[in-house]
C-alpha cells in the first residue's frame, strides 16, 4: 500500500468508463492491438472493466462468460488493452488496476490474471535493455512458460502473491458528469 500512496494523494484516479467512452476508444485506436480501428468499441464480447485515468491513460479486464470460455481454454482474467500517454509510472497505473480488478463484480480468485505483449509491436516504445512488459514485471508480474499466440509473442501473469498483498481499490464511477466513490473500499489512484 505504502508504494500507491503517492497516487493516491495526487488526486482522482481510475474511474469506471464505458466501452463506448470516446476517450478510451481513442485510445484503443492508437494502441497497437486493435483489431478494428474506428470500431465505436473498445472490448471483446465478455465481461470487461474498462478503466480510464484522467491524466492520460486507458486499460481494459477482460473475462471470458464462462459458457463460452477462452480459446486457449485458459481459467484468466486478461488485460486486453493498457495505454499511457501520461507521466504517471506506468507501472504504479498496472499496480492500481490490479487492486480496481480486486473489486470488481467478475473477479474471481480461481482465475489467472494474465495479459499478452507484443514483443516486435511494442519494440520502438520501449528502451533496448528493456524486456517486453517492463511496467508490467516492475508490478510484479512474470512470465508463463511456454505461452505464445499469433497476437502476443510474450505471456505475463500477476502472481497469486501479488495479488495477495495488493490492496483491494474502488475506482471512481462517473455518473452524468459526477463523480461517486465506494468508500467502503481505498479510492483506486
Known amino acids: 500500500m505504502a508504494d500507491l500512496l503517492p ?33 465505436p468499441q473498445c472490448c471483446r464480447p465478455g465481461h470487461n472493466m474498462v478503466l480510464w485515468h484522467p491524466a492520460g491513460a486507458a486499460w481494459v479486464w477482460w473475462r471470458p462468460i464462462d459458457a463460452v470460455g477462452r480459446k486457449d481454454a485458459l481459467r484468466a482474467i486478461e488485460c486486453t488493452l493498457f495505454r499511457s500517454e501520461c507521466s504517471i509510472l506506468s507501472s504504479d497505473l498496472v499496480r492500481a488496476a490490479v487492486g480496481c480488478l480486486l473489486s470488481w463484480t467478475y473477479y474471481d480468485a480461481g482465475y489467472r490474471v494474465i495479459t499478452g505483449i507484443g514483443v516486435s509491436d511494442t519494440a520502438r516504445r520501449r528502451s533496448r535493455w528493456s524486456l517486453p512488459g517492463h511496467c508490467f514485471r516492475a508490478a510484479g508480474w512474470v512470465d508463463i512458460a511456454g505461452k505464445r499466440s499469433h497476437r502476443a509473442e510474450c505471456w505475463l501473469e500477476c502472481p497469486p502473491e501479488v495479488l495477495r498483498t495488493t490492496p483491494r481499490l474502488a475506482p471512481v464511477i462517473e455518473w452524468r458528469g459526477q463523480m461517486q466513490m465506494d468508500l467502503s473500499v481505498t479510492p483506486c489512484p
Not at 18 to 37: E, G, I, M
Open 7 to 39: 497516487l493516491l494523494e495526487s488526486g482522482p484516479g481510475w474511474t469506471i468508463a464505458d466501452k463506448y467512452d470516446p476517450r478510451v476508444v481513442r485510445f484503443a485506436d492508437r494502441h497497437y492491438s486493435r483489431q478494428t480501428p474506428g470500431s
